[in-house]
């Protein structure tokens, strides 16, 4: 049975990734259940592709989806994203009452194993061993504080950026090259700090790739909306 490649939308951030099945009934809107380095997570399915696209010569490397979800796999992620929830309100009140300099991301529980990630940013190094006991006392498994970067933050949370269209980082970007001011001065660009960063207030990722193909075209006077669909447009870490 051959496989065939779809689009899933992985629910607990948002992410688009290609996987492969051999199931035939698939359509768009099913749920399926994939593996990631949780241990497992459940996707949406948002789009299936015909049989030219098996032809793709990596398609080897394209994971498989684990199985479709069926109505337990559904109500298990639906208990967890409410744990995880309850998790992030608990760790958020017990940052503000041990006044704690960090901005708290997001919660993320492991489905193989007793252990949760928060992931969090600061403008430096922290010393959070209470709040760990805090945690690890009120949710009887391992935890895991994780700092990352505006950049990271960025890409995690998602967001739209001043093309219209969704971040780059959230939809495709794997890794961030190195960025400069330079970049932006040989593509002509107004140096005005709000016209060349992002939402992170870094320099926009986009300076580095479209360096090598010519640089931005602007079209004046254009009257078309500008946006991203993510349901129909599939064609189309942190760096400090």
Do not use: W
Not at 51 to 59: L, Q, T
Not at 98 to 115: M, N, Q
Not at 160 to 177: D, H, P, V
């Amino acid at each position: 049975m051959v496989s065939r490649v779809i689009t899933v939308q992985v629910e607990a951030n948002k992410d688009l990734l290609h996987f492969k099945s051999k199931e035939e009934n698939i359509r768009p809107n099913d749920y399926v259940i994939i593996k990631s380095i949780c241990g497992e997570e459940l996707g949406r399915v948002i789009k299936f592709f015909g049989d030219i696209f098996n032809e793709i010569k990596n398609i080897s490397a394209i994971p498989e989806i684990l199985r479709v979800a069926t109505q337990k796999d559904l109500d298990n992620f639906e208990k967890k994203r409410m744990d995880e929830k309850e998790a992030y309100d608990f760790c958020l009140k017990k940052i503000k009452e041990r006044e704690i300099p960090i901005k708290l991301i997001r919660v993320t529980f492991f489905t193989s194993e007793r252990k949760a990630i928060f992931y969090f940013s600061s403008e430096g190094r922290i010393d959070f061993r209470d709040l760990v006991k805090d945690l690890a006392k009120r949710f009887k498994m391992r935890i895991e504080m994780r700092q990352i970067g505006i950049r990271d933050e960025a890409k995690m949370i998602g967001g739209i950026g001043i093309c219209g269209r969704q971040l780059c980082c959230k939809t495709f970007l794997n890794s961030i090259e190195p960025i400069t001011l330079q970049m932006a001065k040989r593509q002509n660009l107004n140096m005005n700090p709000l016209k060349i960063s992002g939402q992170c207030g870094r320099l926009m990722c986009c300076l580095s790739y479209e360096e090598d193909h010519g640089g931005r075209i602007f079209i004046e006077d254009q009257d078309e909306l500008v946006g991203y669909n993510e349901e129909e447009d599939l064609e189309e870490s942190d760096q400090e």
